[in-house]
């Protein structure tokens, strides 16, 4: 028997914007780096052309977890939870500060599998943004997203993987102010990341999730941290357990050639998320 989600593939849309400075300056602010000069021609970092094309879902439009109601461009996943589980990403040519872009989106794959937490669908969206009506993609990006079944009691996680210790690390406290800045910056209604009633009661988590792109984006502000002067050609992340704001957790970072091997741990020294950064000059 066929997948009626899989008639979502090829599913397309294409969405315009404006690369403005503001919110630049605020993500530069919620990464605790000194204030930064923004004007026309400012290039974005790696990561930050997420803070455009923001969802902009009318209020009646908004499920019960914060997001869209499914069945639009999205295919209508009968799963509760949502979550992005990765991405893959080649930088081609600067965005800046001023441009006129476009996205490009496609529905590339819906697949559904079974886990042992239950049933699993995975939706892959491939997107190419462009700048000031040029033909060739500035980023392409694919965009791996999960959904899962309402946690129950009898839930097995998967074995916890111990974290190395890298060449970088920085400590994070991931608290309500970070995770609302970033909601905020990114129009991000999803409320595991802020309502804690909902992520504990309903969704059954055991605090607030720090979501997965701030965690990214911290993991490639390493980078800039450590190597200011690289320039970042690819980037490719998965994220392997939730972290919870509870407690700390780390970002680390080791260089191997033309590649920056990246990885974050909660407070008990588990990976959390793995990650290749592909440089172009190495640092």
Same mark, same amino acid.
């Given at each position: 028997?066929?997948?009626p989600l899989t008639d979502w593939i090829g599913r397309s849309e294409t969405l315009r914007d404006t690369i403005t400075a503001a919110p630049v300056r605020g ?88 886990? /042992? ?9 491939? +997107?190419?943004?462009?700048? #000031? $009506?040029?033909? &060739? ?98 980037? /490719? ?9 509870? +407690?700390?957790?780390?970002? #680390? $970072?080791?260089? &191997? ?6 990885w974050a741990q909660d407070h008990e020294g588990w990976l959390t998320m793995d990650a290749t950064a592909v440089l172009k000059n190495p640092p």
């Open positions: 028997m066929s997948d993500l530069n602010a919620t990464l605790d780096h000194p204030a930064l000069a923004v004007g026309n021609g400012t290039p974005l970092f790696p990561l930050w052309h997420w803070l455009y094309f923001l969802p902009q879902h009318r209020q009646s439009e908004i499920g019960p977890d914060g997001h869209a109601r499914r069945g639009g461009f999205l295919p209508p996943v009968p799963l509760p939870r949502r979550m992005w589980a990765g991405s893959q990403l080649e930088f081609r040519s600067p965005v800046r500060v001023g441009d006129a872009v476009e996205r490009s989106s496609v529905i590339a794959d819906v697949t559904t599998k079974n886990g /042992r937490t239950g049933r699993l669908v995975f939706v892959r969206v491939r +997107h190419e943004l462009r700048c #000031n $009506g040029a033909a &060739d993609a500035a980023i392409v990006e694919f965009h791996d997203i999960v959904y899962r079944e309402a946690k129950k009691p009898s839930d097995v996680e998967p074995p916890p993987v111990a974290a190395a210790q890298g060449e970088w690390q920085r400590q994070i406290v991931p608290d309500d102010v970070l995770l609302f800045r970033y909601s905020a910056l990114t129009f991000n209604g999803h409320r595991i990341h802020y309502d804690r009633r909902y992520a504990t009661q309903v969704e059954g988590y055991p605090g607030l999730i720090v979501h997965g792109p701030l965690i990214a984006t911290l993991l490639m502000d390493l980078v800039r941290r450590h190597a200011p002067q690289a320039q970042v050609t690819g980037f /490719r992340f998965k994220a392997v357990r939730p972290t919870f704001d509870l +407690h700390p957790f780390k970002v #680390n $970072g080791r260089r &191997d050639g033309n590649e920056v091997k990246l």
